[in-house]
């Protein structure tokens, strides 16, 4: 699976390592028929290049530089919420919510998703286009009638 989920995501340097690993004598015998062929093909065709960095967005609590797919910040200690569509971490400037379920989406993504589909992917419910709004404080929550920052 992450030979797989590498060469879906163009990681082709961290696919050819996996295929590495598992095309070792130990591992051999237990790969699926299915999946041996694709995988030795891999093994066979090294990558020219390195994976390179992993894009990088600011943490929405406390604006540290971090990976886009990291949910954990190390440094304010919060798990981030996570893009029903990208599975990224979520940004300030892109904060939006599916109007039936209110899982968070980054809003391009999202618009991006609903020109091919029409249904949220967490609820699978109608999503009308027009419902998505950009959030302006999510980070905020209701607290006794009023409004207070999550820390």
């Known amino acids: 699976a992450s030979v797989t989920e590498c060469v879906r995501a163009s990681f082709m340097a961290s696919a050819h390592h996996f295929a590495s690993q598992l095309m070792r004598s130990e591992y051999r015998s237990s790969?699926?028929?299915?999946?041996?062929r694709?995988?030795?093909?891999?093994?066979?065709?090294?990558?020219?290049?390195?994976?390179?960095?992993?894009?990088?967005?600011?943490?929405?609590?406390?604006d540290v530089d971090l990976p886009d797919t990291q949910l954990y910040c190390p440094s304010?200690?919060?798990?981030i919420p996570y893009c029903i569509i990208t599975g990224k971490h979520m940004v300030l400037k892109e904060w939006s919510y599916c109007p039936n379920c209110k899982f968070p989406a980054l809003r391009?993504?999202?618009?991006?998703?609903?020109e091919s589909s029409?249904?949220?992917?967490?609820?699978?419910?109608?999503?009308e286009v027009e419902k998505?709004?950009?959030?302006?404080?999510p980070l905020a929550r209701e607290v006794a009638g009023g409004m207070e920052e999550i820390q």
């Open 132 to 137: 998505i709004d950009l959030v302006r404080n």
């Open 108 to 114: 391009s993504d999202f618009l991006e998703w609903l």
């Open 76 to 79: 304010c200690k919060n798990y």
């Open 38 to 62: 694709k995988i030795e093909n891999i093994v066979r065709r090294p990558p020219g290049e390195s994976d390179g960095l992993e894009p990088s967005s600011l943490c929405p609590y406390c």
């Open 31 to 36: 790969i699926n028929k299915k999946y041996r």
């Open 118 to 127: 029409t249904t949220c992917p967490m609820c699978h419910k109608n999503v």
